[in-house]
């Protein structure tokens, strides 16, 4: 079975940066995109940035030219880089892999990000 585990969540003041990391676990043979949704309290669940093995990426208009996303295909490893973190950023963020185009099939727990002064 595959599991994802993230790491990198926190509390920042704004304009600051995080990163966070997501491994999987297992084989995710034929699951070619890995990437970052998040939700916020009350709100729809978004996706954030997803990035194909070939390295393709997709990054959502409310992050681009602040966030970045990365892979290490070797390591099955997804990188979400967060600059010029602002409070609206605020949410859990969780890692999934899936289908290009689709939804994910394996979601890893969650990693809470705080953007607060």
């Known amino acids: 079975q595959v599991q994802l585990s993230e790491s990198g969540g926190g509390l920042v003041q704004p304009g600051g940066s995080l990163r966070l990391s997501c491994a999987a676990s297992?084989?995710?043979?034929?699951?070619?995109?890995m990437g970052w949704y998040r939700q916020a309290p009350g709100k729809q669940r978004e996706l954030v940035a997803v990035?194909?093995?070939?390295?393709?990426?997709r990054v959502a208009n409310s992050v681009k030219g602040r966030f970045t996303i990365s892979r290490d295909n070797a390591k099955n490893t997804v990188y979400l880089q967060m600059n010029s973190l602002k409070p609206e950023d605020t949410a859990v963020y969780y890692c999934g892999v899936g289908p290009w185009n689709g939804a994910a099939v394996y979601w890893g727990q969650g990693t809470q990000v705080t953007v607060s002064s």
């Open positions: 990035i194909a093995s070939g390295g393709s990426t």
């Open positions: 297992g084989s995710i043979f034929g699951l070619n995109a």
